[in-house]
């Protein structure tokens, strides 16, 4: 490539999503002509350095932005308005902020009112991670044939969003574009209600008396291990997910609550068909889903 | 082996688990001299002999027991009252009869009364099962390295444990003995409740509006996917497994409610601190399963 996409594109946050867009970045040379890396957290830094993660490497995020024509935002959801005003004094003109926040109306609410008029903000969330943290976790395959949704507001420079749709075709991403309302409702059911289930039957389990608390973990390949593999997530991570999409989430919640309401009534009281029309549905769609992987 | 453990072993009901029984015992030749498979579906029995799943087949329970030293009931645990009345008058003396069914206190109250008196009844559970069913779905690995649980009750003859104990391990399998109202606590929490659960979630996901339920199927990747694995299981199964274990069941459900709704509760009011609490809990949890595992 003559021209590489970003000239200098500053990661903010360096933990597991950050580290593998490094990661990532590495594989296609040319994409990124310096990577800059900053994380308030010096134990992270340092490690991101020890990996050589980037080009260079800033504590402070302002001196990180500084001159760059790309920004990417991938610490927890709950920290954007207070690093927004930090490098809003910092961004160069030209320069198209991103981030990966899973959450988008909040992302929307609390990074715009601190950038300078007319600067590009693209605002992705990349449908991919584990349930690791931290900048060792990093993947450069991680995004490899996952979807990366952009929730960009109508009047949104179109050039800076293809800008942005070519930095996730360059990781091997498919993107997508919807509104940030529609994102965090679509996410609330595939992502946030299972951590929120997920993180619950977990404590639950610890609740129970020792004897069978310990059985638990003896016999949790049984489906409970599978379920509750995502509950090893990050906390601050979820912690600030949660709360910045709260309406969406309490709302799917509350349908679910209902349902599971519901189905715990028909084992009561043996309603045999409710049960099993509701398992037949389930199956129903977890074909779509396998045909949808393989087509 | 000069002697076969079992000289003629009957498995009544050749879905996964049989199919997978007959098919780990393929690899342990001598374990069982003859292998005899009943199923009251014509279709199964046919693909049973098609796949050469065991030496002889019949669609009558009662004849497959004729003459057996061990029969294994692997039918869903709704049909044991009705198959242990019909092959109760066939029974040989000093047969073993045992089961595989996820339930134990039902197992126990509708088989147990059938039975001629002194005859062993050694009931049985390998964790271990995929979200696929039928004879067609058969393992033959399925039980290595899994545990089988055995919940004879006091009085139960030590050396038809002991064979039924050595049937598993033939199969790859470790063992431990624990009462039925204790497995039927632990399975409830660590099978049957996230079952219910993935069973419900995807309702919850078919009931909502056309344009969101689309993209839940386009993006379940994000967590969606591997939550609901399980919810592809065998309704007929999982619709008895519910009845005949309701009282753990509907136990375990009633404390991860509360626990959800208190989850929920803090998400609505911003309590970051519980947040945090419960899903650095969660992470503790998840750890010990990873450290059990490595073990």
Chains 1, 2 share one sequence.
Not at 31 to 47: F, G, Q, R, W, Y
Not at 83 to 101: K, M, Q, T
Not at 187 to 208: E, K, M, N, R, W
């Amino acid at each position: 490539m003559a021209e590489p996409l970003f000239k200098r594109l500053a990661i903010i946050g360096i933990g597991h999503i950050g580290s593998s867009i490094a990661l990532g970045l590495q594989a296609v040379p040319g994409t990124v002509a310096t990577l800059v890396i900053s994380d308030t957290s010096p134990v992270h830094l340092a490690k991101a350095k020890e990996l050589r993660l980037g080009d260079e490497y800033f504590a402070d995020p302002g001196a990180a932005v500084a001159g760059a024509d790309g920004v990417i935002l991938c610490t927890p959801v709950g920290s954007f308005a207070t690093i927004a005003e930090a490098i809003a004094p910092h961004l160069a003109p030209g320069c198209i902020l991103s981030d990966v926040g899973s959450t988008k109306q909040s992302v929307l609410r609390d990074v715009s009112p601190h950038l300078p008029p007319g600067m590009p903000f693209v605002p992705a969330h990349p449908l991919a991670g584990t349930e690791f943290s931290g900048p060792e976790a990093g993947l450069g395959d991680l995004f490899q044939g996952r979807w990366c949704l952009l929730t960009p507001e109508p009047e949104a420079d179109p050039a800076a969003v293809r800008k942005i749709e070519a930095l996730w075709a360059a990781l091997g991403a498919r993107t997508a574009k919807m509104t940030p309302a529609h994102h965090d409702r679509v996410i609330a059911i595939v992502s946030h209600l299972p951590h929120l289930i997920a993180f619950t039957i977990c404590g639950t389990a610890d609740d129970l008396a020792d004897e069978t608390r310990e059985e638990v973990l003896q016999f949790a390949a049984s489906g409970f291990r599978d379920f509750t593999r995502i509950a090893a997530s990050d906390p601050v991570m979820w912690r600030d997910i949660f709360i910045n999409n709260k309406d969406a989430l309490l709302e799917m919640f509350s349908r679910f609550s209902e349902d599971a309401q519901a189905f715990a009534r028909a084992v009561r009281w043996n309603d045999t068909s409710y049960i099993e029309d509701r398992i037949n549905r389930s199956r129903k769609i977890r074909k779509s889903l396998i045909d949808i992987k393989q087509a």
